[in-house]
């Protein structure tokens, strides 16, 4: 591994000043995701600027209106043991609590989660169902963005250089949202997602209102398909269209027709499971 150099900036300010001084400066949180590549020498930073001591910046709080604000240093850990988390937002801290292993999710963040755009992770597609905003911050000032607009492909995301993640944010739910994330994997359950699926039916005064369905790990974006006034055949129709409409991309864990079927059975399983939890 290449020598770097290591900062420890102790505020969000301090940071983005390190992190605009040039290209071959990165940030760092958990390390989980950018050590490998360094290692691999597939980055070769000259600087490495360390996040995870910056103060304050792993809160997890809802104001009072009912957002959900998770700070960007939190960890996948403490994103599915937050009581206002699993209170308020189940669907995210079970998709959490699937990432990776116990010791993975102690030191990855979901700052660093979103900021690595790799689609094979679960929190994304979940977050997008849940219409979260990620919120940017730079020598410029800060900036809020839909996470659904932030992720722009494989590795590629809506950051400028000098600038980090500091927040997502998970705005006021009209009604109840009910379902749940499934998660596929080929191997051991440890593994990154072949496919993360989100079904959320929303209530208003116990009537079914709104039902998504966000595909996540099986093209470059997750992918939000959203429907008014469902039906139970209207959901099966989704899950279809929801695979239909997927760029799959091909690997080791499958082929892109593998993974549209895959679309095509977990969604129907899926937003059935969330349609009964819905109208028992
Ligand atoms: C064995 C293994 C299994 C895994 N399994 C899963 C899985 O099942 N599901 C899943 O979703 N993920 C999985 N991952 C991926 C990984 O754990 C996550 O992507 C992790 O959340 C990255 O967070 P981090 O804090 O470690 O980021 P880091 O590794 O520190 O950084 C990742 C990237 O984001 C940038 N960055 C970090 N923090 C910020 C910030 N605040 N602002 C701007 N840029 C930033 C870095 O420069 C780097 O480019 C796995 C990883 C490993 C090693």
New binding site residues.
């Given amino acids: 591994m290449r020598n770097f150099d290591l900062l420890e900036p102790k505020t969000v300010d301090e940071a983005c000043r390190m992190l605009d001084a040039g290209e071959d400066v990165?940030?760092?949180?958990?390390?989980?995701?950018?050590?490998?590549l360094v290692k691999q020498g597939l980055l070769r930073p000259q600087v490495l600027v360390n996040?995870k001591k910056l103060e304050g910046t792993n809160a997890i709080t809802r104001d009072g209106a009912g957002a959900v604000r998770i700070e960007?240093?939190a960890t996948?850990h403490e994103v599915e043991t937050s009581p206002v988390v699993r209170e308020h937002l189940p669907v995210l801290a079970a998709a959490c609590h699937?990432?990776?292993?116990i010791r993975?999710r102690h030191?990855?963040?979901?700052?660093?989660?979103l900021?690595?755009g790799?689609h094979?992770?679960?929190?994304p597609g979940v977050l997008v169902a849940l219409d979260a905003e990620v919120e940017l911050s730079g020598t410029r000032g800060t900036r809020a963005m839909k996470v659904t607009d932030f992720l722009l492909g494989t590795y590629e995301t809506a950051?400028e250089t000098g600038?980090?993640?500091?927040a997502v944010t998970v705005p006021p739910v009209r009604g109840r949202l009910v379902g749940d994330y499934l998660k596929f994997t080929t191997g051991s359950s440890?593994?990154?997602?072949c496919a993360g699926i989100t079904a959320l039916v929303r209530l208003e005064d116990d009537r079914p209102v709104e039902a998504r369905l966000a595909v996540g790990a099986v093209a470059a974006r997750p992918l939000l398909l959203c429907e008014t006034d469902p039906t139970e055949g209207a959901l099966q129709r989704m899950a279809e269209h929801a695979a239909d409409e997927m760029d799959a991309i091909p690997d080791l864990r499958g082929s892109a027709e593998y993974k549209r079927h895959l679309v095509r059975v977990l969604g129907c399983r899926a937003l059935a499971a969330a349609w009964k939890e819905a109208c028992p």
Avoid: K, W
């Fill in positions: 990165r940030p760092v949180s958990g390390g989980t995701a950018l050590l490998i996040l960007a240093m996948i699937q990432v990776a292993n993975i030191l990855a963040t979901i700052g660093g989660n900021a690595h790799d094979q992770s679960d929190p950051l600038e980090m993640v500091t440890e593994e990154r997602p």
